[in-house]
């Protein structure tokens, strides 16, 4: 009976230990299924903003994979493919980019609502095609946002618990490796993270940092600096130095701790930081793994995350400045180069034309007595006065006595036409007036020598 009482026993144990098993692999099977059953929300969005020549929509087409970008107008609608390859899922992220125009900004409104607000990621660009109005682009663009979010039908509960998030998200930021175990970005361990995020509330007593989030939207906001490859440019057709670079990206910098936001410095062109951007996008929307650190050394490649800067690290870029200081004027520093002036001098060439020289010459001619259109050819005037002189028009051969009168005259002619062309002054004395004295007083001489003439010798003279 004990023998039996003993297999009896040993058998209950075996099914037990049987049943525990069932009971750990079916809880793991559970798990899993409940993980796989979440999907990826398809009602994520992001909102581009910035001014045009900012690279915006090739930014975008960048990220979708799209080679040849097809821009559009007022507010563009596009999509960019998400995968999760932990879950072997996808979705779609819908992407509204705004046009740079001011008067577009009241189509904020379908595509940042009360519905969508708590489901948004903003991207603020700015091109280092023109760094000096980079800061003023972000914070005209910001004041925007702004304005529009204040604008929206929001409980005073909905906008609390969305600038708590933006609180939360930034003081839990953790350093890339700095997890516990390798598996800290897997599906089971993110989503056991998050559920903690919506429990804990410890945060709440541990202040922010200086000049942290001290204007909060309430949503997730990155800034983006497109066309770092013309820094290249700037450098050797702009004299910038690293000091410009550094002073520029401090000023950045601070910008993005005031807002919360994250920065990254980007090329489609040479595609730095692009794939980079789309895994952080998929990382603060989906909760996705994004395992790259701060990036500062490469100044056409700045990467940081939201919640990894601060004021004391910006402030080792201040070691660079020798010409300027942090807090000098933003524009004061990187001027603005000014514009060149093309046909400069063909400005002076036609300036030295005046009016009142033109009019001058015009009244000249007119008070010579000759018709307005006539008023640049002297030589006409100096004829029609030698046949007034003489009473009758005189033929002049090549041997004639006043030929020399004439060429005087002619050459007299050119010379006034040479020094009467545009861009020349017109002299005091009208010369019409001088070529017809001239004449005059040549076809006098001319006719003088010719009265003390002898007589031509008569033969039927009783003198002979």
């Known amino acids: 009976m004990e ?8 058998k209950s144990k075996k099914k037990e230990n049987g049943d525990g098993k069932d009971n750990l692999w079916s809880a793991i099977l559970e798990e899993v299924q409940n993980q796989g059953n979440t999907k990826l929300p398809s009602n994520k969005n992001v ?43 996808h979705t779609r992220l819908s992407v509204w980019v ?7 900004t009241n189509l904020l409104k379908f595509a940042l609502n009360e519905e969508t607000f708590p489901h948004t990621l903003v991207l603020l660009t700015v091109a280092m095609t023109t760094p000096w109005g980079v800061l003023d682009q972000l914070q005209s663009w910001a004041s925007v946002l702004g304005d529009h979010i204040d604008k929206l039908d929001l409980t005073p509960e909905q906008s609390l618990q ?75 057709e702009h004299d910038y130095r690293d ?47 994004f395992r790259t650190p701060a990036l500062i050394v490469e100044k056409d490649a700045v990467l940081i995350p939201a919640g990894w800067d601060s004021m004391k690290k910006i402030s080792i870029l201040y070691e660079n400045m020798q010409t300027c200081k ?24 036609v300036s030295a034309e005046d009016e009142q020289a033109f009019l001058q010459r015009q009244l000249a001619a007119l008070q010579a007595g000759a018709p307005a259109p006539r008023a640049d050819s002297p030589l006409r005037t100096a004829q029609r006065t030698t046949a007034q002189l003489d009473g009758a028009k005189i033929g002049m051969g090549p041997g004639t006595p006043g030929n020399e009168g004439v060429l005087a005259n002619f050459f007299n002619s ?16 009208s010369p019409a007036a001088a070529a ?29």
């Open 326 to 349: 942090p807090d000098d004027y933003y524009r004061d520093v990187i001027v603005q180069p000014a514009t060149r002036k093309s046909g400069g001098h063909r400005e002076a060439e």
């Open 47 to 89: 909102l581009v903003l910035g001014d045009n020549e900012t690279g915006k929509t090739t930014l975008i087409a960048k990220l979708q994979g799209v080679e040849d970008p097809k821009k559009g107008s007022a507010l563009e609608y596009a999509y960019i493919d998400v995968r999760d390859e932990y879950r072997d899922d």
């Open 414 to 429: 050119l010379l006034y036409k040479k020094t009467g062309s545009p861009g020349a002054r017109a002299p005091d004395a």
């Open 3 to 10: 023998t039996n009482g003993q297999a009896n026993g040993v």
């Open 243 to 289: 000091e410009h670079f550094d002073f520029m990206q401090q000023w950045i910098r601070r910008f993005c701790l005031r807002y919360g936001a994250a920065l990254f410095y980007t090329s489609a062109k040479e595609d730095k930081n692009c794939d980079l951007l789309y895994k952080y996008l998929t990382h603060r929307i989906y909760g996705l793994p």
């Open 98 to 104: 705004l046009d740079g125009d001011p008067g577009h």
């Open 162 to 236: 969305s600038k708590k998030q933006q609180v939360q998200k930034w003081q839990r930021y953790t350093e890339p490796g700095d997890e516990l175990e390798p598996t800290a970005s897997s599906p089971m361990k993110r989503s056991s993270r998050n559920l903690s995020d919506e429990l804990e509330s410890d945060d709440e007593d541990n202040p922010l940092p200086e000049a942290v989030l001290t204007t909060n939207l309430g949503l997730d906001i990155v800034v983006v600096a497109t066309k770092t490859d013309y820094m290249t440019t700037l450098e050797k």
């Open 436 to 464: 017809a004295r001239s004449d005059a007083a040549a076809e006098l001489d001319r006719l003088t020598r010719a009265k003390r003439a002898p007589p031509p010798l008569d033969l039927n003279s009783s003198d002979c």
